[in-house]
Structure formats: structure tokens, C-alpha cells
């Protein structure tokens, strides 16, 4: 009998799975996959492309969405301002500068100009998107915002991506 108790036993040549473990695992997966589509659901947000303007209200007219665009080649600048609205229009400066990493005065006040025009025409209109091409160094950038930021106190800015295709499609 002591033999019994303390020698080894053989054991089956089946293994038993680990039951516990496998449903541990399961509950986590299923908790997790849950958690996670909902989150997602709440979480997913649909955003319109810039250029889709959707009118709920017949009476209000839609937005004008000034855009300022900047775009450089070599010396020179070419600046567009476009708005779209009941009255569309389009504003354009090109100017060649003698050294373009330094503040050019003309340039300036061309700009604010053409701002100033459409600000005078609309009144109202309190936001303007700029946008800046990838090749515009960082003098030109502040000279635009310097410009318009007097005039317009709502500045958005649009990707240098986005600006290239805005800027060949004002350009035609």
C-alpha cells in the first residue's frame, strides 16, 4: 500500500486541454472585439471634401469661402484670391521680387490691397483660407499673413497639397 502512494503514476497518453485557460482567453477576445467596433462606431466621422457646399436654408445665400493662394516660381509670386457665392469673382497679383528672402513693401500692399477690395465688397465676411504652395519660403508666408490678418481675423490654412490643385485650377 505504501508502494501506491508514493509511486509515480502513469498517465494516459491523452493530453487534457486546459479548459480554464481557452475560456479566459475567449471571454478577453470577445470583451476586446466588442469594445472595440463600438468604439469605432462611435469614433468614425464622415468629412465632406472642401469644395461640397450643402444649403439647408433656401433663404440664406451659401457661403463665399475666400481662398488665398500663393504659389512661387523662382522670383516670382502669383497670389489668387477666389470666393465662391452668389457673386463669384477671382483677384490676382503677380509679382517678381528682387530678393526673395527679404520683406518686399509692394508686394505687401498689393496683396492688402486686393483684401481690402474684397473686404470692402463683403463686408461680412469674417474668415479667409490661405494656403501657401510647397516652394514658398517662410518671408512670403509671414508678408501674407501680415497682410490679411489686419483686414480678416479668422485665418484657416490649407495643406501645400491642396493649394497646388486649388492653384491649377484658378490658374486656367
Known sequence: MEDDLFSIKKRDSSMELPI?????MMVSIIFFLLLSTTYYSLTFQSVPPSQTVTINDPLEPPPRSPRLLV?????????????????????????????????????????AQIVRQFKTKFPLEKSI???FGSDVNYQVMITTLESVTPLIKDVALLS????????LETAE
Open 129 to 131: 483660407q490661405i494656403g
Open 160 to 167: 501645400y497639397v491642396e493649394t497646388e490643385a486649388l492653384g
Open 20 to 24: 480554464a485557460a481557452i475560456l479566459d
Open 71 to 111: 504659389t512661387t516660381s523662382g522670383a516670382n509670386i502669383t497670389a489668387v484670391l477666389n470666393w465662391s457665392g452668389l457673386e463669384p469673382g477671382v483677384a490676382r497679383i503677380k509679382t517678381t521680387l528682387a530678393n526673395p528672402m527679404q520683406f518686399d513693401a509692394m508686394f505687401s500692399e498689393r496683396l
